[in-house]
């Protein structure tokens, strides 16, 4: 069933044309009419625009602020407590007294200020400081590899 069919095969049944009748095809040139000057042209692209976002924040660090304490303070005195009641349970630390005092303040603020550490690091005020101190650090560096330059040029000079 299959067999192969050579190319003169192919052109004696006319499923090829020959090749000393190809002819490229031309470049096909239209006129069109000359544009008149000043020729209000209106276009009309009928596609959908692309979805942007803009976000204008109008809120202060006092609003920032109330809304950290609101949405965490109450995960911390949770954690807190889950630490005294682990502490009381499983080291034998009496429920009313100083220790136990001590170590539901200790849990409060340390995980108090490490969300607050974070936080802050995530905040507008934040990211404007991260963004300073990396463009100082740069240019920084830039001086520092100036000085290095300048310092190869000068003691290449000092030899001579």
Known sequence: ?????????????????????????????????????????????????????????????????????????????????????????FANVPLLSLSALTIYWLSFTAAWLLAYCYDLSRSPSGIAHMEASNKWAVIKEEQRRRWEHYERLTEGSNEQ
Not at 14 to 21: E, I
Not at 53 to 65: F, G, L, N, Q
Request: net charge positive; hydrophobic share 45%; charged share 20%.
């Open 1 to 89: 069933m299959n067999e192969t069919i050579t190319l003169e095969q192919q052109r004696a049944q006319g499923l090829r044309p020959s090749s000393q009748k190809f002819v490229p095809a031309g470049p096909v040139r239209r006129e069109l009419p000359a544009m008149p000057i000043n020729a209000s042209v209106n276009h009309v692209i009928d596609v959908a625009p692309v979805a942007t976002t803009h976000i204008d924040v109008r809120t202060s660090e006092v609003d920032r602020a109330k809304g950290f304490l609101l949405r965490s303070v109450p995960l911390y005195a949770a954690f807190a407590l889950l630490v005294l009641l682990v502490t009381i349970f």
